[in-house]
């Protein structure tokens, strides 16, 4: 059963609408990541936090640092690890022993917001999500301008 020419032109342009809006979401995000000026500053790791949870079980490991950026003294978080079921008190001595209150750590801020922190600058991830999601919406965005130009040309309408 093949479907009525209006409803596959709908489908091909649908097709086109949403290849562009894939290509120019990732284009506005690489683009926002890029242009976002990020400071490397020295932090001090002043606690570990040791959080267990029940369902599902798993306890997570929040590093908590201390940094100035400017004038101003910030503190930030880090979430270093999520691991399945509780910790035995000798896993917990092990990871305080890998990360030791009072080691140094860099960590980058955003000028406009010195509050804000994080551990890495994250703009690898948004060029892989670029680079993954701008072909896949291109793809779609020439397959749908295929396929109503076909239509068209056809006559069908």
Known sequence: MTLP????????????????????YAAVYLWRTLRQPLD?????????????FDEPPHTTV?????????DA????RHLALDLP???????????????RVGERLDIYYQ???????????GRDDALIFAVLVMPVG????????????SLLAGGEL
């Open 5 to 24: 020419a209006s409803i596959q032109l709908i489908t091909a342009f649908a097709l086109c609408a949403i290849g562009l809006w894939m290509i120019a």
């Open 40 to 52: 490397l500053a020295s932090a001090t790791l002043t606690a570990l936090e040791f959080d267990t």
């Open 62 to 70: 929040t590093l908590v640092y201390a940094y100035r950026a400017g």
């Open 73 to 76: 003294a910030h503190t930030g």
């Open 85 to 99: 079921g509780a910790l035995s008190e000798h896993q917990r001595a092990q990871i305080a022993q890998y990360y």
């Open 111 to 121: 000028r406009a917001a010195p509050h804000r922190s994080q551990m890495d600058r």
């Open 138 to 149: 291109g793809a779609l965005l020439l397959a749908g301008t295929r396929w109503a130009s």
